[in-house]
């Protein structure tokens, strides 16, 4: 299997690796066109600010290839918002996979949510296995909130989507590589089922 991370300057891009590898894969790092579009299963990684990753896209044309793949593309963090219709964070157009805009958690709360939190309402193959309430981790200061699209939601100050399906994409808030055994399976239900 040909498992592609997308190489846009985004952050977390080895922790994503190292778990794919103690799942039985190896995952490459690109930027090519060709290569992602080939690749059998795409990850779409992001830490970091939206607009300016926004812009890393464009300039390298991705924001033009990423709605069109055909093949499962996970999007993880920023990526995930990234691939909504836009996001307050630089006030940054997104890739308009997923029909959410990305608004900042309320002023009554401390931000960046860091830490461990429950997601629940679980739908799709994506979480098989993984029990509602399970614990995953997070850091975002940004959501998306709950719409058609919403597969699994956390809460902090409000309900919001933390994870998103549309066809053939897929995103989570959280981190799935940072999330124990639980974000162990999201990955290899991923890599194995959807």
Known sequence: MKIVII??????????????????????LSDRVEEIRNADKVIFPGVGEASSAMRKLKDS???????????????????????CNSSEEGNTDGLGIFDLDVVRFPNTVKVPQIGWNQIEGLKSDLFGEVEDKSH?????????????DTIATSKYA???SAALQKGNFYGTQFHPEKSGVVGAKILQNFLEKV
């Open 7 to 28: 190489d846009y300057g985004a952050g977390n891009i080895q922790s994503i690796k190292f778990a794919i590898k103690r799942l039985g894969y190896e995952a490459i």
């Open 61 to 83: 044309g991705l924001d033009k290839l990423i709605p069109k793949l055909k093949q499962s593309v996970l999007g993880i963090c920023l990526g995930m918002q990234l691939m």
């Open 136 to 148: 995953i981790y997070l850091v975002h200061s940004y959501y998306a909130p709950k719409g058609e």
């Open 158 to 160: 409000l309900p919001y």
